[in-house]
């Protein structure tokens, strides 16, 4: 797909090194170590509980890592970063909130900041401009309760952005959506990183949706990840080593399944070919 | 009805109609409520305990809804606090009770706490109304934007630097103002219809915050107004006119909010075949097109 060296040519927006993380006594995340870049679209891939959303909350600052550094271009990471752009996992909102998605949009822009902003035409086209960006002219005064998952995550897509941040981070943006909403909504972020330059990290359980536009992916089973491209990554010998047994990767057509549960019914089909291949370095 | 005692009761009434509207306009956000429930229960005992020993009732009932607030908000520090609120209700009734039973020859007094005096209100009393006011809707205008953008979407908020328990701090001490200075003219049980009722109708009506929260202000003023007025009339307690008003302002917003559902539906279908499907290039050539 692309050669390592493209992405070198590319500005680091953020590194992580060695980071691990205690809480509450357990190791939640053990030396993770990736680095994102401008223009890029990495995929956070693993299961429930792995740590996906616990490492966006370290590069975000909202845990402190017990060893290891987040290094946000070159620097440590500043204390409150208007640069980064956040997209949580599944907001539940009260359907009745008086809130319109431009309004969502607008809370973007300084929403951290004291004060009733004071309504501006230059405030109004600002945000009238990411509306259009991200295609949701036609639902911009729709109370964002009754939004569809998808027009909803365009909304948020676009309060993250509106502040032109370097990184955009986005929890689990694909839950909760059908294939078209899903794709539009892969179809726009990868847009938006190439378009704007922006070092784009999404977060899934699923990788396929984002197979055709991922440039890197980081793999995480229990708190350890792989990163790199995903011919680099998603391989037996890689991740069978990230998840401490052996795992199946299996590509059908243009999807990849990765056959990891220990105990799931059909692995055991697969376990018995297992046998018969020739036994792998892990690492 | 605008006469002598008359004007303290309209500029009191008024004063605590707008403060409680754009609270609580916060509280319904938030889902609050039942913190608005509890903390003017809290100033009851409070005031009821301070007339028992002699105090300014106002003293006791504003540092009993202070530290309640406060009591919550650290005991709740985990995500929702509903099973500490609760407590505290209960807590705060039955001292109410206890000191209640004590004092039998301040019943009348008593009275006036839980379903509101306004129609005897002092000048001291609307001095203090005022200075609490004032206190209360310059915190609101400041802590406006960041408390919105916690209520709505807590994690956002904290990614932005928003601390939401910070906020949620600041916020219940805000409603114990709020419940200083209404308690004494609405009373504890109907401060309540204020700070929930009018919000609760006004989001039926609009879906602009700004515009919910003017609307939220301008509700409770009408429940308030009314209420006086009715009360001056017919001479039954202002607090029945004011629970009434709170409940049918709230069922007129939620028909309302249904008709326009209906209607909006209407016009939703109508809008459908304008919006094209989407087409999106990326980089990689990958032309996806939604069917
Ligand atoms: N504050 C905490 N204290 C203790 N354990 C925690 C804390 N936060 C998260 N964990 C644990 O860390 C692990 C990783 O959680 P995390 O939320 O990062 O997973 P995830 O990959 O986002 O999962 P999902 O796909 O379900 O969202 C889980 O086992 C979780 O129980
Ligand atoms: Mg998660």
Redesign the pocket.
């Known amino acids: 797909m692309t050669s390592p060296d493209r992405f070198d040519a590319r500005p680091e927006v953020l590194r992580l090194e060695g980071v691990s993380l205690w809480?509450?006594g357990?190791e939640?995340l053990h030396d993770v170590g990736f680095s994102l870049r401008a223009g890029e679209l990495t995929g956070l891939i693993?299961s429930?509980?792995?740590?996906?959303?616990?490492i966006f909350r370290v590069i975000l600052g909202l845990e402190t890592p017990s060893s290891g550094r987040v290094l946000f271009a070159g620097h440590p990471r500043p204390h409150r970063n208007r640069l980064i752009g956040y997209v949580p996992?599944s907001i539940g909102l009260d359907p009745d909130v008086p809130l319109r998605a431009r309004d969502l949009v607008a809370l973007g822009i300084d929403g951290d900041r004291f004060g009733i902003p004071l309504p501006s035409r230059g405030r109004r086209r600002l945000v009238d401009d990411m509306l259009e960006a991200v295609d949701a002219q036609a639902f911009a005064d729709t109370r964002v309760g009754k939004l569809s998952g998808g027009e909803l995550q365009r909304s948020l897509i676009a309060h993250a952005l509106i502040s032109q941040p370097r990184l955009l981070l986005l929890d689990?943006p694909l839950a909760s959506l059908d294939i078209r909403s899903e794709q539009e909504v892969v179809g726009l972020l990868a847009r938006i990183a190439r378009e704007q330059q922006i070092a784009v990290l999404i977060s899934a359980?699923e990788m396929n949706p984002l197979l055709p536009v991922m440039d890197r992916v980081v793999y995480?089973a229990s708190g350890r990840a792989a990163s790199g491209s995903t011919e680099e990554v998603v391989r037996e010998d890689v991740l069978s080593a990230l998840y401490g047994h052996h795992v199946d990767v299996l590509h059908l057509q243009d999807r990849i399944l990765v056959v990891a549960g220990k105990d799931e019914g059909h692995h055991l089909e697969l376990e018995r070919e297992q046998h018969a291949l020739p036994p792998r370095g892990l690492g | 009805m605008f006469a002598g005692f008359m004007v303290h009761a309209w500029v009191v009434a008024t004063m605590v109609a707008v403060v409680a509207g754009v609270v609580g306009f916060f509280t319904v956000l938030r889902g609050s409520a039942f913190v608005a429930h509890a903390v003017p229960q809290a100033g009851f005992a409070g005031a009821a305990g301070a007339s028992l020993i002699g105090i300014s009732t106002f003293a006791g009932l504003g540092t009993f809804a202070v530290v309640s607030a406060l009591a919550i908000g650290m005991l709740g520090k985990r995500g929702r606090h509903d099973a500490v609120t609760a407590l505290a209700l209960v807590f705060m009734l039955g001292l109410g009770a206890l000191f209640l039973s004590w004092s039998e020859e301040y019943a009348s007094a008593i009275y006036a706490l839980l379903f509101g005096e306004v129609l005897g209100v002092s000048t001291n009393q609307v001095l203090a109304t005022a200075v609490l006011g004032v206190v209360c809707i310059s915190a609101v205008v400041i802590l406006y934007r960041p408390l919105l953008l916690s209520s709505v979407m807590p994690e956002a908020a904290e990614a932005r630097g928003v601390r939401s328990h910070r906020m949620e701090m600041y916020f219940l001490v805000v409603v114990a103002l709020v419940t200083t200075m209404s308690v004494p003219v609405v009373g504890a049980l109907l401060m309540f219809s204020l700070m929930v009722g009018a919000p609760g109708a006004a989001r039926s009506f609009t879906d602009k915050p700004l515009g919910a929260l003017g609307l939220s202000v301008g509700i409770s003023v009408a429940i308030v107004w009314i209420a006086i007025a009715a009360s001056y009339e017919t001479d039954w307690p202002v607090g029945f006119f004011v629970g009434v008003l709170g409940a049918v302002f709230f069922v007129t917003g939620r028909g309302w909010a249904a008709w326009r559902r209906s209607g909006a539906g209407r016009v939703e279908r109508a809008r459908q075949p304008a919006t094209g499907p989407m087409r999106f290039t990326t980089a990689t050539g990958m032309n996806t097109e939604p069917t």
């Open positions: 809480l509450s357990r939640i693993g429930n509980g792995a740590g996906k959303t616990t996992q689990e359980h995480v």
